[in-house]
């Protein structure tokens, strides 16, 4: 079970991640625990870990992280819909933040509108865990689970906010620029989650999104600097 320790070869299974990629993690501080011998961690702890430490991460062990997906994420960019971006946020609140941007998932991100509730409570319910508000005005809310049978791919929403939002974030500051991030996988969400997280520690990249002039301004410039950082 994921909230259980496992070794580093069941965390890899579940993860659909390399054992490397796992072990690499538990050297950077992930819950563990040595058993005869034998390195134990908990997968549920490296998803939560992955959103704090994540942005440390150099190009080459983002790399590591992605190379033995079976059906790689290897740009965000060409995720993100004009559609399914809101230049600026109207919410005030954490739940009006998250309502905001699940409904347009459900008018523009291809979620059956019957399905609002379920993922709107989703996401909530792992908020109550803990805030998905980074450091440096950043947050990616998401599901605690992946929404299998509700989307067959990723789906983004982009919301922007050049006054910020109170969002309870880590470092206590004002949330900018707040990504809602549907996966049908946990595979998926950990590749698209280390990209996000690592481009969006950029402040110039943050000010500049806010600054655009619509939304495709909005991913371009986005676009640009993830190709600038990362490579294409």
Request: charged share 25%.
């Amino acid at each position: 079970m994921p909230g259980e320790y496992m070794t580093i070869d069941d965390a890899a299974k579940f993860l659909n991640m390399s054992a490397e990629a796992v072990r690499l993690l538990a050297e950077k501080g992930i819950s563990s625990t040595d058993e005869n011998g034998k390195l134990m961690v908990k997968a549920e702890a490296i998803r939560e870990w992955l959103h704090r430490g994540i942005r440390d991460f150099s190009p080459a062990q983002l790399k590591l992280l992605e190379r033995d997906y079976s059906e790689q994420v290897t740009r965000v960019a060409p995720l993100l819909d004009p559609k399914c971006i809101k230049m600026r946020l109207t919410g005030v609140s954490k739940t009006g933040v998250i309502g905001e941007l699940v409904d347009v998932l459900v008018t523009h991100g291809g979620v059956d509108p019957k399905h609002r509730s379920k993922v709107l409570a989703a996401v909530i319910e792992r908020e109550r865990m803990c805030s998905t508000a980074l450091a440096d005005g950043v947050a990616i809310p998401h599901p605690r689970e992946p929404l299998t049978g509700i989307i067959k791919k990723p789906r983004l929403v982009l919301g922007l906010s050049w006054k910020g939002i109170d969002l309870e974030a880590l470092d206590g500051q004002l949330t900018h620029v707040v990504v809602l991030l549907c996966t049908p996988r946990i595979d998926m969400h950990l590749q698209i989650l280390a990209r996000l997280t690592k481009l969006l520690s950029s402040v110039k990249l943050r000010v500049n999104m806010c600054r655009a002039p619509d939304e495709q301004g909005a991913i371009d410039v986005f676009d640009a600097y993830e190709k600038q950082t990362l490579g294409a």
